[in-house]
């Protein structure tokens, strides 16, 4: 365990050398990672940090000259709800929150085409995060409701598909 913190800390020093541009996404996603010592504190504090200080200024995170809708929003996302398992960062976390409701309502123009595979599923699970821990978000919008059935929807046909799958080995 201490070799594989001690690597991970390794590539969060790296990332400021000009070489790696780090994503907001994975940076919350490290951050959520409680201390190993059992203290109530993240096992990397610094992408904690990272991410009270790169905020953009329209209160998402991800690559500020490139935009991409669904990344954005994965990305503030993953902040909102790094942030709020923490209990810091309350500004952050609200500007985050607009962003994400500006955002997904415009979303609804993107359909499916634009999606990567799998955002559905990912997207779904983070908002049943939120939702756990009371983020006040826009569950009943019927843009949510449709990315929700299209997940529902890929879950039941994988579910066919193993099943198919094991029928034609017997």
Wanted: charged share 25%; aromatic share 10%.
């Amino acid at each position: 365990m201490e070799t594989l913190i001690s690597e991970i800390k390794s590539m969060l020093r790296a990332m400021g050398d000009g070489e790696t541009s780090p994503s907001a996404y994975d940076t919350a996603w490290v951050a959520k990672i409680p201390a190993v010592d059992g203290s109530d504190q993240p096992q990397f504090p610094d992408t904690l940090e990272w991410i009270l200080q790169n905020q953009l200024k329209d209160g998402s995170w991800g690559n500020e000259f490139y935009f991409l809708p669904y990344d954005r929003i994965l990305a503030t996302l993953a902040c909102i709800i790094t942030l709020t398992i923490w209990r810091t960062g309350e500004t952050q976390v609200q500007k985050g929150i607009e962003f994400f409701k500006r955002q997904v309502g415009m979303m609804e123009d993107e359909a499916d085409k634009h999606w990567p595979s799998g955002f559905e599923i990912v997207f779904t699970a983070m908002l049943n995060e939120a939702k756990s821990l009371s983020v006040d978000l826009p569950y009943e919008l019927p843009f949510i409701k449709q990315i929700i059935e299209k997940r529902e929807a890929k879950l039941k046909r994988l579910e066919n598909s193993d099943h198919d799958a094991l029928l034609s080995l017997i």
